[in-house]
């Protein structure tokens, strides 16, 4: 089998834009999260099954640093009216020719604030997609 080469999975050095602002510097996660319910039904044969796959409902994940200052994503998410609808672009590979870059809408949902003493003040949320992510290929 041949070495495995080019973006392997190691997520770092990524592009994750709202609303056209690049907030990857105060992110420590981004997944994009497919949830595809399906069903089956065994018939009375040995091999009888019927499947049905629905479509994915679509979510983004994302946990990092919270910035409550300007130029913050808390302080964006928490400023935007809960169910405002945001552009997000995610390019888990920033600017590398022939990987993956996703574009999609999520709507708007306050986050949480504050923490523990001492601590780091983080947040995690999870954001609804609207429809499904596209998928395209960073060009030169």
């Not at 990987?99 to 947040?123: I, K, L, R, S």
């Amino acid at each position: 089998m041949p070495a495995a080469t080019g973006y392997i999975g190691v997520l770092k050095d990524s592009l994750v834009e709202f609303a056209a602002t690049d907030y990857a510097n105060q992110l420590t996660r981004a997944r994009l999260v497919p949830d595809v319910p399906s069903q089956t039904v065994r018939t009375l044969v040995p091999d009888g099954a019927l499947t049905d796959v629905d479509s994915a409902a679509w979510t983004f994940e994302i946990a990092g640093i919270q910035k409550l200052a300007t130029g913050g994503l808390v302080k964006m998410l928490n400023d935007a009216e809960p169910g405002d609808i945001i552009a997000v672009e995610w390019e888990p590979k920033k600017g590398v020719v022939g990987q993956p870059t996703y574009t999609f809408n999520v709507v708007a949902q306050p986050v949480t604030v504050g923490g523990d003493q001492g601590a780091f003040a983080t947040f995690e949320a999870v954001l609804q997609v609207v429809g499904s992510p596209t998928v395209g290929t960073i060009a030169s």
